[in-house]
């Protein structure tokens, strides 16, 4: 079954098997081999790769959608950060009577607003299994309903990821307003534990890392097994020549809806791996501005490979951290820097110049 | 039976052909910002008839197969597939799952699908999105490709993408998903145009051996291939039917001549 799945797909094999022995060998390296060795993997290493992961399965919906589909979403931060705001929910319930003002009901930022009982919708979070549920379910309503709008109106192209835009910009600016009762420009912070296991010990560290890259190994196998299949290559037929497909007898409108949908329900569940890992959830993610940089990691990677994403979402984020603490002013130009450079010698990505120097290779071996 | 199962009953019917004529266009009018494009226009085409349909530019060719695809909406008028299927109520997708395959002006294949890929897209049968994501091509199914590339002449390509045929491979591999789409009723849109001599010879002997069993529509600019295939051929000027009847005919009609190829 994997093996069919991964069959030409060359790249995928190497990164998950990259990921596999990832997964495996840092936990040992961070509590098995001591302090001091110089082997020894550092817990905040651990987080920081923990949140690349997370990225990385952002990275992956959205070449789902861009690299196959065709629709430039500029938007899916969006998507991430409700995932993101539904496990911070629970987690802040999880606080109880710890916060400042020890209540045990209302969380700080409620107390401080002077509500005197938790809002409707905060209702269930303190239930872990109701926390996932709305992980999936509220980017899927979002996704759903606003496919559903958009792409029955034929809103296609340009004006497409304009809207996607809007979207998560609407959003940031609700989630700013403290009367929405998300905790407003703050956010949801100070989380102490997640099930019983403190947020701050090494092994909790360690399960939510392992936790990224086992759904971002599910979440890549999941999209691959979509495009291989007949709807696959519906969809890139509806990206290459969406009339056609449609004189072919396929529902264009549906088909759209449904990998959007899936799209971000899967960037929710890396939203909510994000959270517990960085220790805050604040209307900041919501900002256009993320949405447009996860495309950038996309365009950097290669698009329609999916591990082309994996690649640009966990190279761009190193060089961030790596920049942002040698030269922080310097950081956006060099991104900026960096997409026009790959848009204009690289249009196919990292991935592409890989493929470009294999079949280089194998030319003058022909040649020869 | 409730309501709704009443409209969903006629929205499942099949074709009825049963009075000769397989589509009905009568007193269809369009018109795009003041322009007639489509000028009370009446039309029937047979079962199993090849019609040729000529015209200069602009006399609203193009127009007539968006609407019979559903693509444009008439302002008037009425569009009937058989006896009981109204068109003007239909989508796209249902008017082609209805049994109405179009071949666009320029050559549409699916450029980055391989050319089997290409009819495996286009075959009739179940276009839902969660079969689709199940969906295995079957024997049958495998059978009917390796036919309709050996039909269009294409069995050499069965690997090869799409984009890297050549121009006049394109149209055929277009013809070929239409024919696996398994229609009644074929709209063909300029099909030899920017084709070689041979192209456009081996072209007409497809299209030929294609009606009979399914209509075929073709709408061509090129006389000389109109006279090697058709049986009938009809005339429209700025959105009506000039004349009608057989090459012959047609070509001797003065006020075909003037129009059109007295030019």
Redesign the interface.
């Known amino acids: 079954m994997l093996l069919t799945l991964l069959r030409n797909d060359r790249g995928g094999q190497i990164m998950l098997g990259v990921l596999a022995l990832v997964i495996i060998a840092v936990p040992i390296l961070n509590l098995v081999v001591p302090q001091g060795n110089p082997l020894h993997v550092p817990t905040y290493l651990v987080t920081l790769m923990g949140k690349y992961l997370t990225y990385a399965l952002l990275a992956v919906t959205v070449d789902l959608v861009w690299g196959y589909l065709g629709i430039l979403s500029l938007g899916h931060g969006a998507f991430f950060a409700l995932g993101g705001y539904a496990m911070g929910m629970y987690l802040m319930r999880q606080i109880g009577d710890r916060g400042v003002y020890g209540n045990p009901e209302l969380p700080d930022f409620m107390v401080f607003l002077n509500w005197k009982e938790l809002p409707w919708f905060w209702a269930g979070f303190d239930m872990f299994w109701f926390a996932l549920l709305m992980v999936i379910v509220v980017p899927a309503i979002l996704a759903f309903v606003f496919g559903w709008l958009a792409f029955r109106s034929r809103v296609t192209g340009v004006y497409l990821s304009i809207m996607t835009q809007a979207l998560t910009y609407a959003l940031l600016l609700a989630f700013f307003r403290n009367e929405m009762g998300f905790g407003g420009n703050n956010g949801l912070t100070d989380f102490k534990d997640m099930l019983g296991f403190s947020l701050q010990a090494d092994g909790t560290r360690i399960a939510l890392f392992v936790a990224s890259g086992i759904a971002l190994a599910l979440g890549y196998l999941i999209c691959r097994y ?1 495009i291989n ?3 696959g ?2 969809i ?2 509806i990206r ?2 969406e ?10 409108e ?2 759209k809806v ?1 990998v959007f949908t899936v799209s971000a329900i899967l960037a929710g569940i890396a939203g909510a791996l994000y959270v517990p890992q960085v220790g805050i959830i604040n209307p900041g993610e919501f900002s256009p501005l993320n949405s447009i940089e996860i495309v950038i990691w996309v365009a950097i990677g290669g698009r329609a490979t999916l591990y082309g994403a994996v690649l640009g979402a966990i190279l761009v984020n190193y060089s961030k951290t790596l920049f942002t603490g040698l030269m922080p002013e310097s950081w956006l130009f060099m991104l900026g820097a960096l997409f026009v450079l790959v848009t204009l010698y690289l249009p196919k990505g990292l991935a592409g110049l890989v493929n470009q120097l294999k079949t280089h290779t194998v030319s003058k071996k022909v040649t020869a | 039976m409730s309501e709704g199962e009443g409209a969903r009953f006629i929205t499942k019917q099949t074709l009825d052909t049963s009075h000769k004529a397989i589509l009905y266009l009568e007193d269809l009018n369009v018109s795009f910002d003041g322009f007639k494009a489509i000028n009370n226009l009446t039309l029937y085409i047979d079962t199993g008839e090849l019609r040729c349909i000529i015209g200069p530019n602009g006399a609203g060719k193009t127009t007539m197969m968006d609407i019979i ?1 559903g ?1 444009t909406k008439p302002d008037s008028g009425q569009a009937w597939f058989g006896q009981t299927l109204d068109l003007l109520k239909m ?3 249902e008017i ?2 209805a049994g109405i ?2 071949k ?1 002006q320029k050559p ?6 391989t050319v089997a ?1 290409n009819l ?3 075959m ?1 049968g179940n ?3 969660w079969y ?5 091509l079957n024997g049958e199914q495998k059978y009917l490709i390796d036919e309709t590339l050996r039909t269009i002449g294409l069995s050499d390509h069965y690997h090869r993408p799409a984009g890297a045929l050549s121009h006049g491979q394109k149209q055929w591999l277009e013809i070929g ?1 239409l024919l696996v ?1 398994k229609p009644h009723l074929l709209l063909v849109d300029e099909p030899v145009a920017g084709m070689t001599h041979q192209e456009m010879d081996k072209t007409a002997e497809l299209l030929v051996s294609l009606a009979g069993e399914r209509s075929v529509v073709v709408v061509e600019h090129d006389m000389e291939f109109v006279r090697s295939i058709a049986d009938k051929v009809t005339v429209l000027h700025q959105g009506s039917v000039l004349a009608e009847g057989s090459m012959d005919e047609v070509q001797n009609d003065p006020r075909v001549i003037e129009v059109y190829l007295g030019e």
């Open positions: 979509i299949s007949k709807l290559r519906v890139v037929a290459d020549a009339s056609r497909t449609r004189f072919v007898g396929y529902k264009v549906n088909y449904w | 695809t693509k989508t796209e997708p082609a799952n395959g179009r666009f549409t294949v699916f450029e980055s699908h890929e495996e897209l286009a009739h276009k839902s999105v689709s994501l199940r969906a295995k998903m789409q």
